[in-house]
Protein backbone atom coordinates (compact mmCIF):
# COMPACT_ATOMS: atom_id res chain seq x y z
CA UNK A 1 0.00 0.00 0.00
CA UNK A 2 2.84 2.22 0.87
CA UNK A 3 4.87 1.83 -2.29
CA UNK A 4 0.67 2.09 -4.18
CA UNK A 5 0.67 6.05 -3.12
CA UNK A 6 4.43 6.88 -3.32
CA UNK A 7 3.94 5.63 -6.55
CA UNK A 8 0.41 7.74 -7.03
CA UNK A 9 2.42 10.89 -5.73
CA UNK A 10 4.74 10.53 -8.12
CA UNK A 11 2.54 9.64 -11.05
CA UNK A 12 0.35 13.13 -10.07
CA UNK A 13 3.86 15.13 -10.00
CA UNK A 14 5.03 13.59 -13.87
CA UNK A 15 1.19 14.00 -15.16
CA UNK A 16 0.81 18.00 -14.16
CA UNK A 17 3.05 18.74 -16.80
CA UNK A 18 1.40 16.40 -19.63
CA UNK A 19 -2.10 18.17 -18.09
CA UNK A 20 -0.96 21.33 -18.43
CA UNK A 21 0.11 21.23 -22.12
CA UNK A 22 -2.92 19.20 -22.81
CA UNK A 23 -5.57 21.41 -21.72
CA UNK A 24 -3.33 23.95 -23.99
CA UNK A 25 -3.86 21.81 -26.85
CA UNK A 26 -7.37 20.95 -26.33
CA UNK A 27 -7.88 24.67 -26.12
CA UNK A 28 -6.80 25.11 -29.17
CA UNK A 29 -8.83 22.63 -30.57
CA UNK A 30 -12.09 23.37 -29.33
CA UNK A 31 -11.34 26.93 -30.60
CA UNK A 32 -9.75 26.25 -34.41
CA UNK A 33 -9.78 22.66 -34.66
CA UNK A 34 -6.36 22.24 -34.52
CA UNK A 35 -3.82 19.45 -33.19
CA UNK A 36 -0.51 22.00 -32.80
CA UNK A 37 2.11 19.82 -32.97
CA UNK A 38 3.96 23.49 -32.55
CA UNK A 39 2.94 23.53 -29.06
CA UNK A 40 6.04 21.97 -28.01
CA UNK A 41 8.20 24.55 -29.01
CA UNK A 42 7.32 26.61 -26.61
CA UNK A 43 8.67 24.31 -23.69
CA UNK A 44 12.12 24.38 -26.13
CA UNK A 45 11.62 28.42 -25.73
CA UNK A 46 11.46 28.50 -22.33
CA UNK A 47 14.63 26.11 -21.74
CA UNK A 48 17.29 28.11 -24.01
CA UNK A 49 15.68 31.54 -22.17
CA UNK A 50 16.60 29.93 -18.47
CA UNK A 51 20.13 28.11 -20.07
CA UNK A 52 20.88 32.00 -21.35
CA UNK A 53 19.78 33.56 -17.76
CA UNK A 54 21.20 31.14 -15.63
CA UNK A 55 24.22 31.16 -17.51
CA UNK A 56 24.54 34.65 -16.38
CA UNK A 57 24.18 34.13 -12.91
CA UNK A 58 20.78 35.42 -13.50
CA UNK A 59 18.60 34.27 -10.05
CA UNK A 60 15.85 31.42 -10.69
CA UNK A 61 13.18 33.76 -9.63
CA UNK A 62 13.74 36.25 -12.43
CA UNK A 63 14.32 33.22 -14.86
CA UNK A 64 11.18 31.49 -14.66
CA UNK A 65 8.92 34.24 -15.08
CA UNK A 66 11.23 35.59 -18.22
CA UNK A 67 10.81 31.99 -19.15
CA UNK A 68 6.94 31.69 -18.98
CA UNK A 69 6.88 34.96 -20.54
CA UNK A 70 8.46 34.17 -23.94
CA UNK A 71 6.43 31.28 -24.42
CA UNK A 72 3.77 33.55 -24.35
CA UNK A 73 4.94 35.47 -27.15
CA UNK A 74 6.27 32.70 -29.35
CA UNK A 75 2.75 31.36 -28.92
CA UNK A 76 1.35 34.93 -30.45
CA UNK A 77 3.69 35.24 -32.80
CA UNK A 78 3.12 31.91 -34.24
CA UNK A 79 -0.90 32.45 -34.84
CA UNK A 80 0.31 35.49 -36.05
CA UNK A 81 2.47 34.82 -38.61
CA UNK A 82 1.84 31.32 -39.63
CA UNK A 83 -1.76 30.58 -38.60
CA UNK A 84 -3.67 33.86 -39.04
CA UNK A 85 -2.91 33.34 -43.03
CA UNK A 86 -4.10 30.07 -43.24
CA UNK A 87 -6.60 29.83 -40.67
CA UNK A 88 -9.73 29.39 -43.30
CA UNK A 89 -7.81 26.38 -44.94
CA UNK A 90 -8.67 22.77 -44.59
CA UNK A 91 -7.42 20.92 -41.56
CA UNK A 92 -4.93 19.30 -43.20
CA UNK A 93 -3.23 22.60 -43.94
CA UNK A 94 -3.34 23.71 -40.73
CA UNK A 95 -1.73 20.26 -39.54
CA UNK A 96 1.13 20.59 -42.02
CA UNK A 97 1.89 24.13 -40.90
CA UNK A 98 2.12 23.48 -37.46
CA UNK A 99 4.75 20.50 -38.51
CA UNK A 100 6.01 23.01 -40.76
CA UNK A 101 6.70 25.61 -37.75
CA UNK A 102 8.21 22.98 -35.55
CA UNK A 103 11.03 21.40 -38.19
CA UNK A 104 11.67 24.82 -38.73
CA UNK A 105 11.88 25.83 -34.52
CA UNK A 106 14.63 22.72 -34.59
CA UNK A 107 17.17 23.94 -37.50
CA UNK A 108 16.53 27.33 -36.46
CA UNK A 109 18.14 26.71 -33.07
CA UNK A 110 20.76 23.91 -34.19
CA UNK A 111 22.10 26.96 -36.89
CA UNK A 112 21.69 29.59 -34.15
CA UNK A 113 22.80 28.28 -31.01
CA UNK A 114 24.15 24.06 -31.43
CA UNK A 115 22.58 20.92 -31.59
CA UNK A 116 24.45 19.42 -28.90
CA UNK A 117 22.67 20.01 -25.63
CA UNK A 118 23.46 23.41 -23.46
CA UNK A 119 23.42 22.63 -19.50
CA UNK A 120 22.51 24.62 -16.69
CA UNK A 121 22.32 23.58 -13.22
CA UNK A 122 19.07 22.68 -11.31
CA UNK A 123 18.22 24.10 -8.22
CA UNK A 124 18.34 22.05 -5.07
CA UNK A 125 14.61 22.16 -4.17
CA UNK A 126 14.32 20.15 -7.70
CA UNK A 127 15.72 16.96 -6.25
CA UNK A 128 15.36 17.51 -2.38
CA UNK A 129 13.44 14.55 -0.78
CA UNK A 130 11.45 14.45 2.54
CA UNK A 131 10.03 12.04 4.62
CA UNK A 132 6.83 11.89 6.20
CA UNK A 133 6.25 8.34 7.73
CA UNK A 134 6.90 5.74 5.18
CA UNK A 135 6.66 7.87 2.36
CA UNK A 136 9.98 9.59 0.67
CA UNK A 137 7.97 12.70 -1.07
CA UNK A 138 10.01 14.78 -3.28
CA UNK A 139 9.11 18.42 -2.62
CA UNK A 140 9.04 19.40 -6.60
CA UNK A 141 6.52 16.83 -7.28
CA UNK A 142 4.51 18.85 -4.46
CA UNK A 143 5.37 21.86 -5.79
CA UNK A 144 4.20 20.78 -9.63
CA UNK A 145 0.78 19.22 -8.35
CA UNK A 146 -0.09 22.72 -6.11
CA UNK A 147 0.74 24.69 -9.43
CA UNK A 148 -1.06 22.56 -12.02
CA UNK A 149 -4.40 22.69 -9.39
CA UNK A 150 -4.24 26.29 -9.01
CA UNK A 151 -3.84 26.58 -13.29
CA UNK A 152 -6.70 24.04 -13.37
CA UNK A 153 -8.80 26.21 -10.94
CA UNK A 154 -7.85 29.43 -12.22
CA UNK A 155 -8.70 28.17 -16.00
CA UNK A 156 -12.04 27.12 -14.72
CA UNK A 157 -12.97 30.32 -13.27
CA UNK A 158 -11.52 32.15 -15.98
CA UNK A 159 -14.27 30.52 -18.49
CA UNK A 160 -17.34 31.06 -16.40
CA UNK A 161 -16.85 34.50 -14.67
CA UNK A 162 -15.35 36.80 -17.55
CA UNK A 163 -15.81 37.98 -21.31
CA UNK A 164 -12.66 36.32 -22.78
CA UNK A 165 -13.94 33.31 -20.89
CA UNK A 166 -17.28 32.90 -22.41
CA UNK A 167 -15.69 34.28 -25.81
CA UNK A 168 -13.81 30.97 -25.71
CA UNK A 169 -16.78 28.74 -24.60
CA UNK A 170 -19.07 30.48 -27.31
CA UNK A 171 -16.53 29.75 -30.08
CA UNK A 172 -15.78 26.09 -29.15
CA UNK A 173 -19.72 25.38 -29.26
CA UNK A 174 -20.05 27.33 -32.77
CA UNK A 175 -17.63 30.02 -34.00
CA UNK A 176 -19.62 30.86 -37.12
CA UNK A 177 -22.43 31.66 -34.31
CA UNK A 178 -20.16 33.45 -31.84
CA UNK A 179 -19.37 35.62 -34.64
CA UNK A 180 -22.82 36.33 -35.73
CA UNK A 181 -23.29 37.49 -31.83
CA UNK A 182 -20.14 39.56 -31.47
CA UNK A 183 -17.22 37.94 -30.85
CA UNK A 184 -13.98 38.77 -32.61
CA UNK A 185 -12.09 35.79 -34.36
CA UNK A 186 -8.67 37.25 -34.22
CA UNK A 187 -8.92 38.28 -30.46
CA UNK A 188 -10.72 34.79 -29.45
CA UNK A 189 -8.16 32.88 -31.10
CA UNK A 190 -4.97 35.23 -30.22
CA UNK A 191 -5.98 35.07 -26.78
CA UNK A 192 -6.47 31.42 -26.92
CA UNK A 193 -3.34 31.16 -28.02
CA UNK A 194 -1.93 33.21 -25.66
CA UNK A 195 -3.49 31.07 -22.76
CA UNK A 196 -2.24 28.00 -24.27
CA UNK A 197 1.28 29.46 -24.27
CA UNK A 198 0.82 30.87 -20.54
CA UNK A 199 0.29 26.79 -19.31
CA UNK A 200 2.85 26.12 -21.67
CA UNK A 201 5.21 28.11 -20.15
CA UNK A 202 3.75 27.13 -16.48
CA UNK A 203 4.03 23.14 -18.03
CA UNK A 204 7.69 24.31 -19.15
CA UNK A 205 8.84 25.81 -16.37
CA UNK A 206 8.04 22.63 -14.04
CA UNK A 207 9.69 20.05 -16.10
CA UNK A 208 12.25 22.26 -17.02
CA UNK A 209 13.86 23.16 -13.62
CA UNK A 210 14.71 19.16 -13.38
CA UNK A 211 15.52 18.38 -16.33
CA UNK A 212 18.73 20.40 -16.40
CA UNK A 213 19.76 20.90 -19.82
CA UNK A 214 18.22 22.61 -23.59
CA UNK A 215 18.26 20.93 -27.04
CA UNK A 216 16.52 21.33 -30.48
CA UNK A 217 14.16 18.82 -30.22
CA UNK A 218 13.51 18.24 -26.62
CA UNK A 219 9.53 19.29 -26.77
CA UNK A 220 8.95 16.94 -28.98
CA UNK A 221 8.12 14.16 -26.40
CA UNK A 222 6.04 16.17 -23.79
CA UNK A 223 4.20 17.54 -26.82
CA UNK A 224 3.11 14.25 -28.22
CA UNK A 225 2.39 12.69 -24.84
CA UNK A 226 -0.16 16.11 -24.17
CA UNK A 227 -1.64 15.05 -27.45
CA UNK A 228 -2.11 11.62 -26.38
CA UNK A 229 -3.56 12.76 -22.88
CA UNK A 230 -6.03 15.65 -24.57
CA UNK A 231 -7.63 12.21 -27.24
CA UNK A 232 -7.91 10.16 -23.58
CA UNK A 233 -10.03 12.97 -21.96
CA UNK A 234 -11.81 13.42 -25.14
CA UNK A 235 -10.01 16.25 -28.09
CA UNK A 236 -11.59 19.72 -26.99
CA UNK A 237 -12.60 18.53 -23.38
CA UNK A 238 -10.80 20.76 -21.11
CA UNK A 239 -11.54 18.27 -18.20
CA UNK A 240 -10.61 15.48 -20.30
CA UNK A 241 -7.56 17.00 -20.67
CA UNK A 242 -6.69 17.47 -17.29
CA UNK A 243 -7.93 13.85 -16.48
CA UNK A 244 -5.63 12.21 -19.48
CA UNK A 245 -2.70 14.30 -18.55
CA UNK A 246 -2.75 13.01 -15.09
CA UNK A 247 -3.67 9.35 -16.21
CA UNK A 248 -1.12 9.01 -18.45
CA UNK A 249 1.81 10.41 -16.27
CA UNK A 250 0.18 7.99 -13.20
CA UNK A 251 0.38 5.12 -15.68
CA UNK A 252 3.76 5.65 -16.66
CA UNK A 253 4.57 5.59 -12.84
CA UNK A 254 3.28 2.68 -12.24
CA UNK A 255 4.16 0.61 -15.11
CA UNK A 256 8.00 1.98 -14.31
CA UNK A 257 8.00 0.71 -10.48
CA UNK A 258 5.43 -2.98 -11.76
CA UNK A 259 7.56 -4.04 -14.61
CA UNK A 260 10.99 -6.20 -14.09
CA UNK A 261 14.01 -3.60 -14.46
CA UNK A 262 14.95 -5.54 -18.18
CA UNK A 263 11.42 -4.16 -18.89
CA UNK A 264 11.76 -1.09 -18.01
CA UNK A 265 12.64 0.38 -21.21
CA UNK A 266 9.18 -0.82 -22.45
CA UNK A 267 7.52 1.46 -20.44
CA UNK A 268 5.72 3.42 -23.10
CA UNK A 269 4.87 0.63 -25.37
CA UNK A 270 3.00 -0.76 -22.14
CA UNK A 271 0.89 2.37 -21.80
CA UNK A 272 0.31 2.81 -25.38
CA UNK A 273 -1.32 -1.15 -25.41
CA UNK A 274 -2.98 -0.04 -22.29
CA UNK A 275 -3.88 3.46 -24.29
CA UNK A 276 -5.48 1.16 -27.86
CA UNK A 277 -7.65 -0.99 -25.54
CA UNK A 278 -9.06 2.59 -24.29
CA UNK A 279 -9.81 3.40 -27.68
CA UNK A 280 -10.95 0.24 -28.74
CA UNK A 281 -14.01 0.92 -26.35
CA UNK A 282 -14.96 4.23 -26.25
CA UNK A 283 -12.78 5.79 -29.09
CA UNK A 284 -14.41 9.72 -28.36
CA UNK A 285 -12.53 9.53 -25.55
CA UNK A 286 -13.37 9.42 -21.69
CA UNK A 287 -15.77 12.99 -22.11
CA UNK A 288 -18.22 13.79 -25.06
CA UNK A 289 -17.43 16.61 -26.99
CA UNK A 290 -19.74 18.60 -28.75
CA UNK A 291 -18.71 18.92 -32.55
CA UNK A 292 -17.79 22.66 -33.07
CA UNK A 293 -17.85 24.67 -36.22
CA UNK A 294 -13.82 25.78 -37.21
CA UNK A 295 -13.84 29.41 -38.83
Not at 7 to 13: A, R, Y
Request: proline share 3%; charged share 15%.
Amino acid sequence: MTQFVQNLIDGLGNGSTYALLAVGVSMLFGVMHLVNFAHGELLTMGAYVIYAMRSNDISWWVAIPVAILSAVVLSMLIELVAFRRVRAASAFTLLLTSFAIEILSHAAWRIGVSSTPRRYEAPDIAFKVVELGPFNIEIWDVVSILVAVACFVGTAIMLRTTMFGLAIRAASEDFDAARLMGVRANRVISGAFAYAGLLAGIAGAIWLVRRGQADPRMGAEPLLKAVIAAIIGGLGSLPGAVVGGLSLGVAEVYFRSWLPSDLQGLTDSFVFVVIAVLFVVRPQGLFNVRTAERV
